[in-house]
């Protein structure tokens, strides 16, 4: 679950579907630009969130809220933290913030920095 949530693996299919059915070019879901779009795509949170209700499509959680973490420095995959606020159907919320990084060989990996 962290990894999707981090990752966006359902997003990146999703989108790669979309630009598939409107004949655009592909590249953007490769790896090299996919984090590059993501990091773009997160900034839109910045000044802000985005927030989701799950209308009952989820067994347990009912809302999923994603904001900026702390800063990260320059040149990371991601420019901060991703947060995570998830709300439980009994109501209970969980935080998870999370830092994107990418190793010296060019992997991407993410630490769970912060769990309640």
């Known amino acids: 679950m962290i990894r999707e949530f981090v990752l966006w693996?359902?997003?990146?299919e999703e989108f790669r579907k979309f630009v598939e059915y409107f004949e655009l070019p592909m590249t953007v879901c490769?790896?090299?630009h996919w984090y590059q779009f993501l990091k773009y795509y997160a900034?839109?949170?910045e000044d802000g969130s985005l927030s989701c209700d799950t209308n009952d499509k989820l067994k347990h959680i009912t809302q999923v809220n994603f904001s900026k973490g702390r800063d990260r420095a320059e040149g990371s995959i991601f420019p901060f933290d991703l947060r995570w606020e998830i709300t439980m159907i009994d109501g209970r919320t969980m935080t998870?913030?999370?830092s994107?990084?990418?190793s010296e060989n060019g992997h991407v990996y993410s630490n769970v920095i912060d769990l309640r």
């Open 9 to 12: 693996d359902t997003f990146r």
């Open 30 to 32: 490769e790896d090299k």
């Open 43 to 45: 900034g839109i949170v």
């Open 96 to 98: 998870v913030e999370v």
């Open 100 to 102: 994107v990084q990418e």
